[in-house]
């Protein structure tokens, strides 16, 4: 994202009449946008359409936008809804989940292995939790807002908020441990044959 961005002002030039000033919080949210609905179940496609649906519906209702509150944050709201509204109209099963993390410096082969393992194996825990627990999760660490924002897009409480990432962190924390018991058990029954 580009933090030097004040969407404010933006929205203030965009309201003014400077229609091509929305490509700024175009640019600023695509990415973020983009991983959240992936993260929501939404296939690749699908998160391109309901990402661009998003920018669209936030452009033509800008002038509803409160102003004291976080664009981020009903920007995602409206692509929440969108995901919801299109599962409910396909009953779209869940996807896999995306890459999570941002593009970082070349890696060896090996690496490159591993770290798709690894995210593989995160993504598929993350898929597991409920939606409640999973929604909360990639607005707080894959799109970094605040409590604030997510109380703003969800329409929680601000302890029930930190109450569901809390939740959330220990069902992974609780899968990731069966994992380690079952694969324990895996080797040693490899071992004694």
Not at 1 to 22: H, Q, S, T, Y
Not at 65 to 73: I, T
Not at 93 to 104: I, N, Q, T
Request: net charge positive; aromatic share 8%; glycine share 4%.
């Amino acid at each position: 994202m580009n933090e030097g961005i004040d969407d404010k002002l933006v929205i203030r030039e965009v309201l003014g009449g400077n229609r091509e000033a929305f490509a700024l919080l175009v640019d600023k949210y695509k990415s973020g946008l983009y991983r959240l609905l992936l993260g929501m179940g939404a296939n690749a496609q699908d998160a391109q359409d309901l990402a661009q649906e998003s920018f669209i519906k936030a452009y033509q209702k800008l002038p509803d936008h409160n102003s004291q509150s976080s664009f981020a944050a009903w920007l995602y709201a409206i692509a929440i809804n969108r995901l919801r509204d299109l599962k409910r109209r396909k009953k779209v099963s869940l996807a896999a989940l995306p890459l999570l993390r941002e593009a970082s410096p070349p890696l060896t082969p090996e690496e490159q292995y591993m770290r798709k393992e690894e995210e593989l194996e995160w993504q598929g825990r993350l898929v597991r939790l409920p939606e409640r627990y999973r929604i909360i999760l990639l607005l707080r660490y894959a799109n970094e807002l605040t409590y604030e924002e997510i109380c703003e897009i969800t329409g929680l409480s601000m302890h029930q908020v930190k109450n569901r990432l809390h939740r959330s962190r220990q069902k992974l924390k609780k899968q990731w441990s069966q994992a380690k018991e079952d694969s324990s058990e895996q080797m040693e029954l490899y071992q004694s044959r």
